[in-house]
């Protein structure tokens, strides 16, 4: 039973007065692992956004422990950036307890106890790439989207030195109805700008670090975007999938909970 049930359950009781509750829930929010984690349970619940665990310079033993701690509370783990290493431990240590399912462009872990299911929302999201090297980041984006409730389309390599092949992707986005759509780009990025002034709804880009010589790493990316004059595109960081993912699901999911209505 997780701790937030628990209270819960005592407070229906009668075993808590509802300020016992609310203080004990109060300290429910972030839990720290030995010291090593401080890990935020309620983030879902509070902000519609769930805890991702970067798995990027933490060790093999520290991500499968804090990937335990957080499916014994909430029934499910997303680890990003993951290492081939890391992929295995996780793998090997939810075989027979959970459902692993992998993502090995995005190199994104998500973990689910085999009764834990995704709610679907009703939010569309569409993401496009520049180039087939832009697209483990959007892969990020995607699964995120994904496990948040969405429904995601996409399409890649439509880079503008091939702009003719944008137009038929671009059309069915649009017959689709997304709410919104993640453009991810290097180089001089401007695939984000062509999309964002042709379609009516938010477009967030993403830069990506595929870029060499001057500006390179994605600084040129992310300047250029900046720039934009373009108006309703939204930009995050270098290489940010999950961010962008968050971000574009906040947004359709508010979409669709207005559209039910």
Do not use: W
């Not at 462009?105 to 496009?128: F, H, P």
């Not at 379609?199 to 040129?220: Q, R």
Request: proline share 2%.
């Amino acid at each position: 039973m997780s701790a937030l049930k628990d209270i819960l359950e005592k407070a229906v009781k009668g075993e808590l007065t509802i300020e016992e509750a609310e203080k004990l829930l109060r300290l429910q929010a972030v839990a720290e692992l030995e010291g090593m984690a401080k890990i935020d349970f309620n983030r879902e619940q509070r902000r519609g956004v769930p805890e991702v665990i970067l798995a990027e310079n933490k060790t093999i033993s520290d991500v499968v422990d804090i990937a335990h701690r957080m499916i014994q509370e909430s029934g499910r783990v997303i680890a990003s950036r993951c290492s081939q290493q890391q992929i295995r431990a996780l793998r090997d240590a939810f075989t027979n307890e959970a459902v692993f399912k992998v993502n090995e462009k995005a190199r994104i872990a998500v973990i689910r106890n085999k009764d834990y299911s995704v709610k679907r929302t009703g939010g569309k999201v569409g993401i496009l790439t520049a180039g087939t090297s832009d697209i483990p980041v959007a892969e990020e984006a995607k699964v995120i989207a994904e496990e948040m409730g969405c429904v995601v389309y996409t399409s890649y390599d439509l880079g503008v030195a091939g702009i003719h092949r944008l137009v038929a992707p671009l059309k069915d986005l649009i017959m689709k109805d997304v709410d919104v759509i993640i453009v991810v780009a290097g180089r001089e990025g401007a695939l984000c700008s062509v999309v964002a002034g042709l379609v009516g709804v938010p477009v967030i880009a993403v830069p990506t670090s595929n870029s060499y010589g001057f500006g390179e790493k994605g600084v040129s990316t992310l300047m250029a975007m900046l720039q934009s004059c373009s108006l309703g595109l939204s930009v995050v960081n270098i290489d940010a999938g999950v961010a962008a993912g968050a971000a574009a699901t906040l947004i359709a999911n508010r979409a669709a909970k207005f559209r039910e209505k």
